[in-house]
């Protein structure tokens, strides 16, 4: 889907046939070279490289990958984009670095969560694990950091469904990238996943008022995709009735 001059999200589907993406990530270029906003999930490397070249790109023009935050369906395909191109540049929040390069269990992924899930994606999760010491981090993000890509992309730290989680905000567009500090859920505008999903419901709520003020035309969620139904306005609503909830 385009979402603005030089910036297409990357569709893939949970399964072949599947009606809806289910996860999203984001592709952005200019002079600077192209800028992917997370991978996808385990397994989802075929359907990113067929989906980039549909944008006219190659796997080598990806100068750098920024991860909205650990959680292995953003992480999934990293280490295949680093074997495609050990050059390439990884960018993430300080407080989901160590989760990314293996130093700490990824916070979702216990023991008891794996043992419970198919073995084959137990086999494939052990594997990603397995990958994740290899990671080297280029740059390590900040809450206000204004990045020299895109009309100065700038990086908003919203802890709550991970500690590092991060949404990035493009001012020429006017245009939020939430990641999953929003989702977009039959066509309205909702907060991240309850429940175990998001490890601190109250800490993710408070985070959005960190989105609030911004100029927006539109939001992208990485699971339901585009929201741009007077987006500020029912920003601030949904806040409202979160913290009622
Ligand atoms: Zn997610």
Known sequence: MKLGERIVSIDLYPQPGAAQPYYQPVLLWDQEGATLVDTGMIGQMDQMTRAIREAGLQLSDIKRI?????????????????????????????????????????????????????????????????????????????????????GG?????????????????LPEEQLLLAADELRVVDGDLAGPPEGFFTLDMDEAVRSMHKLTGLPLQKIFCYHGGLYDNHPSE????????????
Not at 123 to 129: D, E, K, Y
Not at 153 to 169: D, E, S
Request: aromatic share 4%; proline share 5%; charged share 25%.
């Open 66 to 150: 920024i991860l909205t935050h650990q959680d292995i369906d953003h992480i999934g395909n990293l280490a295949a984009f680093i074997a495609e191109n050990p050059a390439i540049e990884v960018w993430a929040h300080a407080d989901d670095i160590p989760y990314i390069t293996g130093e700490k269990r990824i916070i979702k992924m216990t023991d008891e969560r794996i043992s419970q899930m198919p073995e084959a994606a137990q086999t494939a999760i052990r594997s990603l694990f397995d990958k994740l010491p290899s990671i080297r981090i280029s740059r390590v993000l900040a809450d206000g950091d204004v990045l020299d890509i895109h």
């Open 153 to 169: 992309m700038r990086v908003i730290h919203t802890p709550g469904h991970t500690p590092g989680h991060i949404c990035l905000y």
């Open 234 to 245: 029912r920003l601030a609503e949904l806040i409202r009735t979160l913290e009622q909830a």
